[in-house]
C-alpha cells in the first residue's frame, strides 16, 4: 500500500481563486511529519510547509496553509489566491522516523495549472 | 551559504560506464539523502547518511553505491550504469529536506 497518495493528477484554478491539493497518508507511527514541495518547470524542489504529527494547529506560510486531519490521515494543501507562478508539480510528503533516522516518502505529485 | 550544490548538473552516460555524482551541504545537517526522480513516479529514495559515518538503504538501492566523505559531502556512484538508470537524481539534507538543484543523467 502507498504510504502517501495524491489522487489528484492535475488541477486547474483561475488566477486569484483558491485551490485545495488533497494528500492522504498511511502510517503506524505516533510521531511523524508532512511536508509539501513545489516543483515549478525549471526542476528544483522548493519546500512549502511542514505539520508534525502532535501540532494541535493547522500549520500556515503566507499564501499556503495545511489542512491537516488526523483521524482521517489527510494533509491538504491549500493555496490562497492563486497567482500564474503556482503552476507547477506538488508534492506531498511524509517522515517517519525509524530507529533515530527520518526515512522520507513521497507522493506521485499533482500537476497545478493557474489560468489568467 | 550556497545551501545544498550538486554536480554535475547534466550527464550522458554509455550502458557500463561508471561515475559520481556529488553533492556538498554548508548547513551542518546531520542528515543527507539522495533521490531519483522518474516521470510520474514522484521521488524514490536511494540510499540515506542519518550522520557522518553511517548509511542505508532506501526503496531503490540497486546498482548504486554511496560515501558518506564527512558531514558536509555525501557522494552516490554507479559502478556500471544500465539504461534504467536514466532519472534526475536530487540531493537533499535535513529532516526539512533541503534540495540539490539536481542532475540530468542519461544512460544510453
Known amino acids: 500500500a502507498q504510504k502517501i497518495t495524491q489522487t489528484q493528477p492535475g488541477m486547474f484554478v483561475q488566477e486569484k481563486e483558491a485551490v485545495t491539493l488533497d494528500c492522504t497518508y498511511d502510517?503506524?507511527?505516533?510521531?511523524?511529519?508532512l511536508f509539501w514541495y513545489k516543483q515549478p518547470s525549471s526542476g528544483e524542489m522548493i519546500f512549502l510547509i511542514y505539520?508534525?504529527?502532535?501540532?494541535?494547529q493547522n500549520a500556515t506560510e503566507g499564501r499556503y496553509s495545511l489542512n491537516f486531519q488526523k483521524a482521517r490521515k489527510s494533509a491538504n494543501l491549500v493555496i490562497s489566491a492563486s497567482q500564474l507562478g503556482d503552476s507547477a508539480m506538488y508534492f506531498c510528503?511524509?517522515?517517519?522516523?525509524?530507529?533515530?533516522?527520518?526515512?522520507?516518502?513521497f507522493g506521485r505529485g499533482t500537476s497545478l495549472i493557474v489560468h489568467p | 551559504n550556497a545551501g545544498v550544490t550538486q554536480t554535475p548538473k547534466f550527464q550522458v552516460l554509455k550502458t557500463g560506464q561508471s561515475m559520481t555524482l556529488q553533492c556538498a551541504q554548508d548547513?551542518?545537517?546531520?542528515?543527507m539523502y539522495w533521490y531519483r526522480q522518474d516521470p510520474g513516479m514522484g521521488l524514490r529514495l536511494i540510499y540515506y547518511?542519518?550522520?557522518?559515518?553511517?548509511?542505508d538503504k532506501g526503496e531503490v538501492p540497486n546498482g548504486y553505491n554511496v560515501s558518506r566523505l564527512n558531514k558536509r559531502e555525501f557522494s552516490l556512484r554507479l559502478e556500471s550504469a544500465a539504461p534504467s538508470q536514466t532519472s534526475v537524481y536530487f540531493c537533499?539534507?535535513?529532516?526539512?529536506?533541503?534540495f540539490g538543484p539536481g542532475t540530468r543523467l542519461t544512460v544510453l
Open positions: 502510517t503506524s507511527d505516533q510521531s511523524y511529519g
Open positions: 505539520q508534525g504529527s502532535y501540532d494541535e
Open positions: 510528503a511524509m517522515r517517519e522516523g525509524m530507529g533515530g533516522s527520518y526515512i522520507p516518502t
Open positions: 547518511s542519518a550522520s557522518e559515518g553511517t548509511t
Open positions: 548547513m551542518n545537517h546531520n542528515s
Open positions: 537533499a539534507s535535513s529532516g526539512e529536506q533541503f
